[in-house]
DNA sequence: CTCGCATCCTAGAGGCTCTAGGTATAAGCT
DNA sequence: AGCTTATACCTAGAGCCTCTAGGATGCGAG
């Protein structure tokens, strides 16, 4: 019989796209099998275990989403590149569910593999980049910088999960939480008394 | 044999004591019939399905982290209503890891059942009364609210997933976020221009 | 005491993960 | 071209999972 061609890659990449098509808890090693036309045994040549191409996943939704904010953010600075940095964020979470919510796990991941991605490291410069223009310092920068992930993956975890239901549409709430966040970075206050 | 007297509840509590211990994703019906001294087809006749335990057990971890909030913010305004907010949210999360990760999913609950549950129309009403103080009113009141709750989730959440791995401690982060917000809160930045 | 019913059981179908070991194909060597 | 070797893919199967169907039994109501 003719080779099916797999590689890590491939098979990475169909978890991927089923995770986005029917949920990240529905991604078994038998549905990425029929998908790719093989037996689900094949699939153990390429992938340590389930848990292993879960972890693969959520790497490479941490890839494609710093390579989509780095896009988006180049040649910008201040509230414009904070605004794009926000929206690729968003967006990447809103065009792959089942991707984003990989990045979510405890991820148990070969620690050498997860060293070798990229993205990680190149999140950090690019979020430090675009917070140059505010003029912060240690620690205050890091402080920022965890404060602008939280409420940036907060925001979209809480709609997908239907946090946001009723009323005022999220995209309005979206902006004016970038707007107010743009402010607090411009006017970062000073360590309280009893912050220890 | 005698009866093991099981109920709805018994059942979502076994079911969110595990989810606790051993994580979320390892709650099946099994271990939970095993952990109650049964037999897995006997939980069917109190839980539709396994997808059903698991919205039990998020209203429960819903309803749970609302009492300790309330229990928390009585009696408190302004800054220290925020903090006693926050913290307490962030230690139900950080006590009952699997109870609040099953908060996250888009829970698929049967609607009449979700609407029977207090905890929802409790948790608006003390987020709002928290704000009180801040002198905020629509829509820039719901608009704090959804930055509140996004950054509260996506701190804890990213803390779970192992997101702050390095130097710093989150601890300080959380403080100084805090800071932050409450900065924030009574700076509330006017409607920009491009809002829409 | 006995009737009715909810609760718990056994049995079993079907899907899942993952291992062990076999077959055959593609790539490398002469 | 023929031969060899590594490996991509296979079959078979153990063991755990969810969930359904139908039977038995302890408990409360009369």
Same sequence: chains 1, 2.
Avoid: C
């Amino acid at each position: 019989m003719a080779r099916a061609g797999l590689t890590v890659e491939r098979v990475t990449i169909a978890g991927a796209a089923l995770a986005d098509e029917v949920g990240l808890d529905r991604v078994t090693m038998s549905q990425v099998a029929r998908r790719l036309g093989v037996k689900d045994a094949s699939l153990y040549t390429h992938v340590r275990s389930l848990e292993d191409l879960r972890g693969r996943i959520a790497l490479l939704a941490a890839d494609e989403k710093t390579i989509r904010i780095a896009e988006a953010t180049a040649g910008r600075s201040g509230k414009d590149a904070l605004v794009a940095f926000a929206n690729a964020w968003r967006e990447y979470a809103h065009q792959h569910p089942g991707r984003y919510m990989a990045t979510q796990t405890p991820l148990q991941i070969d620690p050498e593999l997860a060293a070798q991605a990229p993205g990680p490291r190149r999140a950090v410069e690019l979020t430090y980049g675009m917070l140059r223009g505010y003029g912060l310092a240690e620690p205050d920068l890091t402080d920022a910088v965890r404060l602008l992930r939280s409420t940036f993956h907060g925001f979209v975890a809480l709609e997908a999960a239907g946090g946001f239901a009723h009323e005022r549409s999220p995209q309005h709430s979206w902006v004016r939480a970038l707007d107010a966040l743009h402010a607090l970075l411009e006017n970062w206050p000073p360590l309280q008394e009893g912050d220890s």
